[in-house]
């Protein structure tokens, strides 16, 4: 893939620190790290390592990456990675995608109380699934899949929902057999939805009861009991929104499909088409008008705000195992799927694991670059000195 004319990087150069100074009273250290980390991300602030073809000897120097989960540039390799790691876990089985939404009304909660709803969207999702899964009215079986958290819109405004991702099917109650959904569709989506709503809307008053959720500026009279239960109310007058595509293909295609979801980040620098001026233009699908393309122009500092408001609590995890998937269940569970799909051994996607393996390659010769030395930023710039004098000398 061809580099994108325009980064987030290159915003937060020009605008990052004009930025800074004007939002001071709601920005974050965290929101500062993560500038930072974009900001510098593969450059010589963050050092380097020096790499030398085994074949022919050639030699190159590469800056370090951030490694932020919120930076554009950085997701690759990790995704690789765990890409990789679930091609031992996959099933002969035709897969299901399943969106939970919360109403546009709960935006403005999560953004003052990220980890309790977000934690709650998880929980909510998870719970609803299982047990719907488990009723015997509709698939009677213990299913196992993974969620994973997205926090925006194609407009980059705040629009919490989870991915889940399932194999079509699952176990019985006693683990002998291995039982196939009854609808093309897997489970009901309005039974979905009806749960789903009840779950969460009970889990915000557990929260609030407990004095877990934060009322700042011009939400804090719904900290009055009264004023909040009211709120809830608002709550049941539509159905939320749980959409659920039709199985799709098998475990090469469930990776290439994954790969669209797990490591992605708010915008990526490709959507990014000009930058000028103090504005930035990008582009975005109008799910509203049948996913019509649109280019978007707001100002610099709105951009940074909008891209700031998907920065996650530390040490949150965004994507999760429930079920027979869920990591203290999988080593005893997996085995007793395939046993009972006819599966003799996992099933490693030789796409994955291609990926993972292609170590960097000569430029040269196409031979392998092995690491001979880490840099720290004074060490490539004293190199970087040296060099420029050497020029001038000769």
């Known amino acids: 893939m061809?580099?994108?004319?325009?980064?987030?990087?290159?915003?937060?150069?020009?605008?990052?620190?004009?930025?800074?100074?004007?939002?001071?009273?709601?920005?974050?250290?965290?929101?500062?790290?993560?500038?930072?980390a974009i900001e510098h991300c593969r450059t010589a602030v963050l050092g380097g390592h020096l790499d030398r073809c085994r074949q022919c000897g050639f030699e190159a120097t590469s800056?370090?990456?951030?490694?932020?989960?919120?930076?554009?540039?950085?997701?690759?390799?990790?995704?690789?990675?765990?890409?990789?790691?679930?091609?031992?876990?996959?099933?002969?089985?035709?897969?299901?995608?399943?969106?939970?939404?919360?109403?546009?009304?709960?935006?403005?909660?999560?953004?003052?109380?990220?980890?309790i709803v977000y934690d709650l969207l998880f929980h909510a999702s998870a719970a609803t699934l299982l047990e719907i899964a488990a009723d015997p009215k509709h698939l009677g079986a213990e299913i196992g899949?993974?969620?994973?958290?997205?926090?925006?819109?194609?407009?980059?405004?705040?629009?919490?929902?989870?991915?889940?991702?399932?194999?079509?099917?699952?176990?019985?109650?006693d683990h002998q057999r291995w039982i196939h959904p009854r609808y093309s569709f897997f489970l009901p989506v309005k039974v979905l939805s009806r749960v789903f709503r009840g779950k969460f809307v009970a889990g915000l008053k557990r929260a609030f009861r407990d004095g877990q959720l934060l009322f700042p500026g011009k939400m804090k009279p719904l900290a009055q009991q009264k004023a909040f239960r009211g709120f809830l109310r608002t709550l049941f007058r539509n159905d939320w929104v749980v959409y659920a595509k039709r199985p799709f293909g098998g475990p090469e295609h469930v990776l290439q499909y994954l790969a669209r979801y797990t490591h992605r980040v708010a915008i990526s620098n490709h959507?990014?088409?000009?930058?000028?001026?103090?504005?930035?233009?990008?582009?975005?699908?109008?799910?509203?008008?049948?996913?019509?393309?649109?280019?978007?122009?707001?100002?610099?500092?709105?951009?940074?705000?909008?891209?700031?408001?998907?920065?996650?609590?530390?040490g949150f995890v965004r994507i999760r195992f429930c079920g027979f998937l869920a990591n203290r269940r999988r080593g005893n569970l997996l085995p007793v799927c395939r046993q009972l799909l006819a599966v003799a051994s996992p099933m490693q996607s030789s796409t994955a694991?291609?990926?993972?393996?292609?170590?960097?390659r000569c430029p040269c010769c196409g031979g392998a670059m092995a690491l001979i030395e880490k840099l720290t930023p004074q060490q490539i710039l004293r190199r970087s000195v040296g060099r420029e004098s050497s020029a001038d000398t000769s």
Not at 147 to 163: A, K
Request: glycine share 4%; aromatic share 12%.
């Open 2 to 36: 061809t580099r994108p004319p325009f980064e987030v990087a290159d915003i937060i150069r020009a605008n990052g620190d004009s930025f800074v100074d004007r939002n001071r009273s709601w920005l974050t250290w965290l929101h500062l790290r993560i500038l930072f």
């Open 271 to 314: 959507r990014i088409v000009d930058f000028a001026d103090g504005k930035v233009t990008f582009r975005w699908k109008d799910y509203a008008h049948k996913n019509k393309k649109r280019l978007m122009t707001v100002t610099a500092e709105e951009f940074l705000r909008r891209f700031l408001l998907h920065s996650l609590p530390r």
């Open 63 to 115: 800056f370090n990456s951030c490694r932020s989960r919120h930076c554009p540039k950085c997701q690759t390799n990790a995704r690789n990675q765990w890409l990789a790691a679930r091609g031992q876990e996959l099933l002969p089985v035709k897969y299901v995608h399943v969106v939970f939404t919360i109403p546009h009304e709960l935006s403005w909660l999560a953004l003052h109380n990220k980890k």
């Open 353 to 360: 694991a291609a990926k993972v393996s292609g170590a960097w």
């Open 145 to 173: 899949f993974l969620s994973v958290l997205h926090t925006w819109g194609q407009n980059l405004q705040i629009h919490p929902h989870i991915h889940c991702v399932i194999p079509s099917g699952g176990l019985s109650t």
